[in-house]
C-alpha cells in the first residue's frame, strides 16, 4: 500500500493523529489504540506534562526505573537510580557496589568543567589582520554584547571564561572560529551557552561591518555558518577509581586473587590497543553511565558522543577506563568527559527527575558527574570481572530468563520452576523451551 503524507499532522488534536495513523497505516485495527490508551496515565494533568515535552506525542514509554544500593562514593552511601531497559545492567551495578562496599569503596576527583562552543564563519581575509582585529576590538565588544544574557549565570559564579579566534584556514579555506569556554555552574547549560554564541555571530557581524580597516571586499566576504556548543568537553573530566591490595580482592569465582587481578588487567588492556574491543567495553561502560543520566533527566546522546569522541582523542579509539597493578595494589579507574545538569532542562519537570536528585541528595552537577563516573566505572567492573572468569552469558543469560518465559506466556508457578532449575545451571534460549516443552507436555 502506498501511504499518503499529510499535512498539519502536528496541529491535529492527539485522537485525530491516533486516527489517522491507523487508517494510513495499521488497516483500521483498532485494538492498536488500546497498545497505545494503556499507558497513558490516569492523571490528566501527569499525562498532559509528559505529552508537552515533545511534540506529536500519542502515548508513553515506559523504561524500568530501577534502584542499585550500596554504592559507597567518596565516603557516602548512596543508592543510585537506573532508568535501563537491559535486564542485567542494575544487576551488575548492584553487585559492582557491594564489592567495594568494604574495600574502601570509589573515590572521585573532579578535574575540570570547562564546557566549550563554537561560531564557525568563513572570511576572506589575512588570518594575522583578523587576530589583531580580534585581539584589539572584538574581545571586549563580544563580553560587552553578552552582558545581558551572562548576568544570571554570572551571578551564580559561571560565565564566558575566555574566548579565542582560531585559525581553520590550513584544514579549510577562509575558515576561523571564535572558540570560547564556558563555566556553567550547576546547569549542563546547552541554551545559555547557544544564546551567547548567536549574540557572538551577530557581533561580529556588526563590528566588522563597522570596522573602517577592512576593504568592503572583506566585509562582504564574511559568512556566519553556525553558532552552536560542542558536545565534545575534553575539560570537563571527572576521574572516579577504585583500590585495594591484590589480596584483599577476594573474588569468589574460584581462581586466585593474583590471577584474577592479572587476567582483568589484560582484559583492560586489550581494550586500550583493539578498537573492536574497546567499542563494546566503551558501551558496557555507557550502559552505567546513560541509566542515571536518563533518570537524572540528562541528555543520554551528549554524554554518548562526547565519551566516545573523548575515546578517539590520540587518534584511535580506545578504552577509558585503566588498570594497574603495582607493588600489590590492584588500581583501576575511568576518566570520563561529561556535560550534566542538575538545574534547568527536564529536572524541575519530570517528578521521577526530582525523585532521582533528591535520592542522590540534591547533588550538585560536580557531585553528579562522580555519580556517574562511578556508576560506568561499576558497570565495567562487573562486565570484565564476569568475562575473565565465569563469562558473561551466566549472569547475563539468568537476568534474560524472565524476558523469554514472557514471551513464551509462562504463568508464574512455571516462572517459579525455572527459577529453581536453572540455579546451578547456564541459561540458554534452547535450554529453556527444553524444558517448558517437557513441562508443559
Ligand atoms: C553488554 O551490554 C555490555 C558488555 O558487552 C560489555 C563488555 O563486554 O565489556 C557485557
Request: hydrophobic share 40%; with cysteine; proline share 3%.
Amino acid at each position: 500500500m502506498n501511504h499518503r503524507p499529510v499535512d498539519g499532522f502536528s496541529k491535529l488534536s492527539k485522537q485525530r493523529k491516533i486516527d489517522w495513523l491507523i487508517s494510513e497505516y495499521l488497516y483500521e485495527d483498532r485494538s492498536y489504540e488500546q497498545i497505545l490508551q494503556q499507558y497513558w496515565n490516569n492523571d490528566p494533568d501527569l499525562q498532559k506534562l509528559h505529552e508537552e515535552f515533545s511534540e506529536n506525542t500519542i502515548s508513553n514509554f515506559y523504561m524500568p526505573y530501577g534502584i542499585a544500593p550500596n554504592f559507597l562514593i567518596d565516603g557516602r552511601l548512596l543508592a543510585l537510580p537506573m532508568a535501563v531497559e537491559e535486564s542485567s545492567v542494575v544487576a551488575a551495578a548492584s553487585k559492582s557496589a557491594k564489592f567495594w562496599l568494604h574495600k574502601g569503596g570509589f573515590k572521585t576527583t573532579i578535574i575540570n568543567t570547562k564546557k566549550l562552543g563554537h561560531t564557525h564563519f568563513i572570511m576572506e581575509v589575512e588570518p594575522h589582520k583578523l587576530q589583531h582585529f580580534f585581539n584589539f576590538k572584538l574581545k571586549q565588544k563580544l563580553f560587552d554584547a553578552t552582558q545581558e544574557i551572562t548576568a544570571n549565570m554570572r551571578k551564580r559564579g559561571g560565565g564566558i571564561l575566555n574566548i579565542r579566534l582560531i585559525d581553520k584556514t590550513a584544514e579549510m579555506p577562509h575558515y576561523f572560529q571564535l572558540k570560547a569556554s564556558f563555566d556553567t555552574v550547576d546547569s549542563m547549560g546547552a541554551n545559555f551557552i547557544n544564546s551567547v554564541l548567536e549574540q557572538f555571530g551577530k557581533t561580529l557581524k556588526e563590528e566588522v561591518n563597522n570596522d573602517e580597516d577592512f576593504t568592503t571586499q572583506e566585509k562582504d566576504s564574511l559568512q556566519i555558518v553556525m553558532n552552536i556548543l560542542s558536545n565534545y568537553t575534553p575539560d570537563c573530566i571527572v576521574r572516579a577509581e577504585v583500590s585495594c591490595k591484590i589480596e584483599e580482592l577476594n573474588d569468589d569465582s574460584g581462581i586466585s586473587n593474583e590471577e584474577f587481578a592479572t587476567k582483568f588487567k589484560r582484559a583492560v588492556s586489550i581494550a586500550e590497543i583493539e578498537p573492536f574491543r574497546a567499542t563494546t567495553h566503551n558501551k558496557g561502560i555507557m550502559n552505567g553511565v546513560d541509566a542515571v543520566v536518563i533518570a537524572t533527566g540528562n541528555d543520554f546522546r551528549a554524554t554518548e558522543a562526547c565519551a566516545h569522541a573523548y575515546a578517539a582523542k590520540d587518534g584511535q579509539y580506545k578504552s577509558l577506563t585503566h588498570c594497574t597493578i603495582d607493588n600489590g595494589l590492584f588500581r583501576f579507574w575511568i576518566d570520563l568527559p561529561i556535560s550534566v545538569g542538575v538545574v534547568g532542562g527536564l529536572t524541575n519537570l519530570h517528578p521521577l527527575v526530582k525523585f532521582s536528585l533528591a535520592l542522590l541528595g540534591k547533588p550538585s552537577a560536580k557531585e553528579l558527574m562522580s555519580i556517574l563516573a562511578v556508576s560506568g566505572l561499576a558497570q565495567n567492573f562487573a562486565a570484565l570481572r564476569s568475562l575473565v572468569t565465569t563469562g558473561i552469558q551466566k549472569g547475563h543469560m539468568k537476568m534474560h530468563l524472565f524476558n523469554i518465559l514472557n514471551q513464551m506466556g509462562a504463568t508464574e508457578e512455571e516462572k517459579q520452576h525455572f527459577v529453581t532449575y536453572f540455579k546451578d545451571k547456564t541459561v540458554t534460549h534452547h535450554e529453556v523451551i527444553a524444558e517448558l516443552n517437557r513441562l508443559r507436555n
